[in-house]
DNA sequence: ATATCGATTATCT
DNA sequence: GATAATCGATATG
């Protein structure tokens, strides 16, 4: 086996920006799960920027309820939300505590627990074909890595004792790109999505390069 | 290949 | 009461 690098917790200052800048730099990194001795780990190929109260496509355009509080909250910390009345989401807040703003997380890469990644999507592993249904979409990555609100929001994703955090190693990630962010409908427009180009786990249409 | 639709609940108007 | 930061199944070209 060759030894890999370490990897390192990501630490509170890293969210305590503007969420493009968050979401731009979370390219890469590494979202991992912790339980007891077996760890989920996926790179992090495709995330949505949430800009705070001037967004109305964010949650905290409601402004500061029970719902969003953690949006306005601390940096570094889930916001874990239940949509459609069938899947959880992921977010990370940002900017300095008293602001709001979030990261959705879209679309991992699975590196490693990936059979059991595979059991809590009930997704049987054939073909190369059936790796992106794990984790390429925000409910299918919340599903895999087992995220919950009643367990995971309010964790502190800058802590590996919460179970659930984010680390960096030494991947540098290329070919990101900006699109327009998936599923809203209010300032649909706006380029808030940030994805590493051609990564075959990137969710929704493939990115086909241009002539 | 794209299009449409149903599921199912927390939250807000 | 309407809507939603989604997914999977089914229908159609």
């Known amino acids: 086996m060759t030894p890999r690098p370490p990897i390192l917790p990501l630490p509170r200052a890293f969210f305590a920006r503007s969420p493009r800048r968050v979401a731009r730099e979370l390219l890469g990194k590494l979202l991992i799960?912790?339980?007891g001795e077996l760890r989920l780990a996926g790179r992090i190929v495709e995330v949505e920027a949430y800009l705070g109260e001037s967004d109305p496509a964010a949650h905290a355009a409601a402004g500061?309820?029970?719902?969003?509080?953690i949006l306005f909250g601390p940096p570094g910390y889930a916001y874990v939300y239940f949509i459609y009345g069938n899947h959880y989401c992921l977010n990370v807040s940002c900017e300095p505590e008293g602001k709001?703003?979030?990261?959705?997380?879209r679309a991992l890469e699975p590196l490693q627990g990936i059979e059991e990644m595979a059991r809590a999507r009930d997704v049987k592993l054939g073909g190369s074909r059936d790796l992106p249904r794990l984790t390429s979409g925000p409910g299918r990555l919340a599903q895999a890595f087992g995220i919950t609100r009643a367990r995971d929001n309010g964790a502190d994703l800058t802590s590996p004792g919460s179970g659930l955090w984010i680390a960096e190693d030494d991947f540098r990630p290329k070919n990101i790109?900006?699109?327009p962010r998936i599923g809203i409908t209010l300032a649909a427009e706006q380029p808030l999505r940030y994805i590493l180009a051609g990564n075959a786990f990137v969710?929704?249409?493939?990115?086909r390069p241009k002539n």
Do not use: M
């Not at 500061?64 to 509080?69: D, G, H, K, M, V």
């Open 33 to 35: 799960r912790d339980l």
């Open 64 to 69: 500061n309820t029970a719902r969003t509080s």
């Open 177 to 179: 790109r900006i699109t």
């Open 203 to 207: 969710s929704g249409r493939k990115y």
């Open 100 to 105: 709001a703003g979030s990261v959705l997380f």
